[in-house]
């Protein structure tokens, strides 16, 4: 997906004054296509502010945001990211910290913010980022997919449970695979639903003492089970699989399972949106195994433009954009799992019923200060919250995708797994 890039030229309001330029590096998916369709709407009540939308692929995004704010470049003044980034980059003063401007704009409704979610976007109480929208992950299925064949599962099913179902609806002669399941390498593609099943599984990076545990019997079982899945069950071309090819193949007809975020949900189209079930994120030894993740607007603080900034990333986040998004778009296409009021929305309700409060249970649920059966020294369920995560995710899911698409032995990468994050794990143990 090649970049895009959307401006907003003074569209309504007409106003003669000086007019303030902010850019804005945004992730590529349906949530943000949609705000760039409304930003018309935010121009009519700010004509003195231009909005620049760069749109990128998730992992460029990752790559060019913190290249952005590494190298206090500038070059953006909001960038969205995520739980992941928040704290580091908070603690490294390279996002601004919002407190006084969410303070002085009592329209804001801070206390609104799905409390899990707003936490999470925090640094020591103060909140740096705000939520665009919000999500944890889940099952999703094809109701008459798995009628057909028999299957059933329940609102809590075991990853055993839907192996077996996944195995069971799997037909390639007709072009229908059982489950879609992220094979893309990159720590914020492949290993988000990957790292959720080796924490269910009872597996985990590091020990309390920073030891890699990449090779450990749980850790390994959770691999083999996750490429041994997708051999047996998953979509043809698996390991160039993320988020966006899985929801076209989903809302295609072509996988009769997918387990991913929460939001894909409010992305289904046609027989997609009118047959699927939803279920809590599968598990084993670990209930409540769902990922916990915020695409949110950060401002960094090389921006010479933050009170324009905070103006758009105000309306952009807030009660009156999700209004305005249902009405002028739909009501299926409201950002979910940021404002509790959201879920108390009548026209909501009607649309996102089937999924709504499953989200909202998950990511109430989801428990980044917990997220495995055993004792972790760091912070993250589909990741661990140090600053090297980012490049170690990124070359183990090379080694992880190298199985999937069989050119190497599951053994062969989590041996080269274990010595890639045994060299980080050195420099935090004591």
Known sequence: MASLLATACGAGGGGSGPQ???????????????????????QKAHSDIQVKIVILPENQLRQQVTQDVATHSGRFDLSMIGTYEVPLWAKNGWIQNLGSYVQKTSSYQADDLVPGVAKALSYNGSLYAVPFYAESSFLMYRKDFLQAAGVTLSTTPTWDEVAAAARKVNNPSKGLAGICLRGLPGWGEQLAPLDTIVNTFGGRWFDEQWNAQLTSPKFKEAVNFYVNLIKTAGEPGAANSGFGECLNAYNGGKVAMWYDA????????????????????????????????????????????????????????????????????????????????????????????????????SITHADVNHPTVDPVPYTGIQYVDIPEFQNLGDQVSQQFAAAIAGTTSVDTALQQAQQLADAVGKNYRK
């Open 20 to 42: 303030t330029t902010i850019t804005v590096a945004a992730v590529g998916n349906p949530q943000m296509e949609d705000l760039q369709k409304l930003v018309p709407e935010f």
């Open 262 to 361: 929460t939001v894909g949900a409010s992305n289904f189209t046609g027989d997609a949106a009118a047959n699927s079930g939803y279920a809590l994120a599968p598990a084993r030894l670990k209930p409540y195994s769902g990922w916990l993740w915020a695409w949110s607007l950060g401002m960094p603080t090389t921006s010479t433009k933050k009170d324009a900034a905070w103006t758009f990333a105000s309306w952009a986040t807030s009660q009156d954009y999700i209004k305005l998004v249902g009405t002028k778009l739909g009501w299926n296409h409201v950002p979910p799992g940021t404002r509790t009021s959201t879920y108390q929305l009548s026209e909501y309700q009607k649309v996102a019923g089937s999924f709504a409060q499953l989200t909202l249970d």
